[in-house]
């Protein structure tokens, strides 16, 4: 075959292949998916006119035209409330998407032109994007799946920290009195079950991650469901070989039973239905946030991120792999809402995230797949802004507080590393929380959306 031909069949061959490309937005909760797809749709939908995306090649040379809402293939899967979250932006005053409390989807078809035009390359070219949205106290049930009661009760982390043991210790005084082998009491299962509820209720308000059954947090359809009935027996004084022979009415048995049914029938639809094929991933971690809660709440954050992102499957894919066992060839790891810090600390944030989440990176490079770590803000809501003070320039961010009060604000210096103990108690860190400013064109502003759009797909743009 001729050199030029044999290149167009295998660009052609490529792009055939490549037409379709599942993006996993992983976050917990708060961490600002939903935001984050607002403005990734947005962007791209306004990709040829008003958005701001030059870091993405193919918008700044003109190629992407644009992107279409599509029917998506699950009917029974509610849309993204992308205009819902569009509106809420447009009020006066402007208000953050609502926050989610199911899954949604959303297709969308991108057209551009390749950039390098032949006789067989088609003038115009689409690429399928499927998104899809949860809420993010759901993601951390993944970890669940890779346990058995036993396990699962030995890992969670309940003597850990003051502030943590302290929201349970009521719960925990109860449930330590508790006879494994004794015959299981229904209605004490379900008082005690709500107490632990409650309890993962009071640490998510004081900002803790590692929660889990998730769906403890946000139970959706099966709000008093007798599967959302069980909880963790800490401290376990016989053994495992003990408790699994223990009868099946024994209170053990009970709830190990009641956990694998959650495991089969909750975890495991969800994890198969949303989380198993995915091209690409991005995760973002609200690290910025977490610096303002303190120690404690940072290093939660740190194992619940550990945890989860050992329930993907991460790898090069071949034609092969990518038709019968689709892995994730490609991440992101992000830090959200930059805008919450001036821009010459953004590369600490940078460097903050890569800390915070050493161990799955290290896992990832030995996988050989190509990371990259990066601040951004889907939506940004404040503006920098150079103040002067003792006679010299310093940088500061303007922006309006969710109260309405409009403030200039120097949040702090961000640590490049792992805050430590003196961190903690001389600096700290605070920052108010903004309301998303006012939108007069079509385009949302952002800080980096364009680079991480980029990453995630602008391969396949070209
Ligand atoms: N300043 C700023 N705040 C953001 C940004 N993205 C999200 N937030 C804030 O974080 C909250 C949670 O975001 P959301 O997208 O709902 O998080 P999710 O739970 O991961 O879907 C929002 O209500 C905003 O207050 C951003 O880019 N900039
Ligand atoms: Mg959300």
């Given at each position: 075959m001729r050199q030029p031909f044999r290149r167009e069949l295998s660009n052609l061959i490529e792009r055939g292949r490549d037409r379709q490309l599942r993006l996993a937005v992983t976050g917990l909760s708060q961490a600002g998916k939903t935001a984050f797809l607002t403005s990734l749709i947005n962007q791209l939908r306004h990709a040829g006119v008003e958005a701001q995306l030059d870091m993405l090649p193919a918008a700044r040379e003109g190629r992407l035209l644009g992107a279409q809402r599509l029917n998506q293939p699950d009917l029974g899967v509610p849309r993204f409330p992308y205009d819902p979250g569009m509106a809420a932006l447009r009020e006066t005053p402007p208000r953050w998407p609502a926050p989610t409390r199911g899954i949604s989807e959303l297709r969308l078809q991108l057209r551009y032109r390749p950039a390098q035009q032949g006789?067989?390359?088609?003038d115009i070219a689409h690429l399928t994007l499927d998104l899809f949205d949860y809420p993010g106290e759901w993601l951390l049930d993944l970890p669940l799946l890779q346990h058995d009661f036993y396990s699962w009760s030995q890992a969670q982390p309940l003597h850990t920290g003051d502030q943590r043991r302290a929201l349970f210790s009521e719960w925990l005084a109860e449930v330590e009195t508790l006879d494994p082998a004794a015959e299981a009491d229904e209605a004490q299962l379900a008082s005690l079950a709500e107490a632990y509820a409650q309890g993962l209720r009071r640490a998510k308000q004081a900002g803790f991650s590692n929660l889990q059954p998730g769906r403890f947090l946000l139970p959706g359809e099966l709000d008093g469901a007798p599967v959302l009935q069980f909880f963790p027996l800490p401290q376990l004084s016989m053994s495992k070989e003990a408790l699994d022979a223990l009868p099946p009415n024994s209170l053990y048995a009970t709830l190990a039973a009641r956990f694998r049914y959650y495991q089969q029938q909750v975890v495991r639809p969800f994890y198969r239905d949303h989380?198993?094929?995915?091209?690409r991933q991005i995760v973002l971690v609200d690290v910025l946030g977490a610096l303002n809660a303190g120690p404690e709440r940072f290093e939660d954050l740190s194992q619940a991120l550990g945890q989860l992102m050992q329930s993907f499957d991460y790898g090069k894919r071949s034609l092969l792999t990518r038709l019968f066992a689709p892995r994730i060839d490609k991440l992101a790891i992000a830090a959200t809402k930059a805008d919450h810090v001036t821009p010459d600390q953004h590369g600490h944030v940078v460097q903050l995230l890569e800390a915070l989440l050493a161990e799955p990176l290290k896992d990832l490079r030995f996988a050989n797949v190509p990371v990259k770590a990066l601040s951004l803000a889907a939506i940004r809501a404040t503006e920098a802004r150079e103040v002067m003070h003792n006679g010299k320039r310093s940088p500061a961010l303007r922006g309006t507080t969710l109260e309405g009060e409009d403030v200039l604000v120097y949040p702090g210096d961000v640590p490049p590393r792992l805050p430590t103990h003196d961190f903690w108690h001389q600096q700290g860190f605070d920052f108010p929380s903004f309301r998303p400013m006012d939108t007069p064109s079509d385009a949302l502003a952002h800080i980096r959306m364009d680079a991480v759009i980029d990453w995630l797909i602008g391969d396949k743009l070209v």
């Open positions: 006789w067989l390359s088609p989380f198993r094929r995915f091209d």
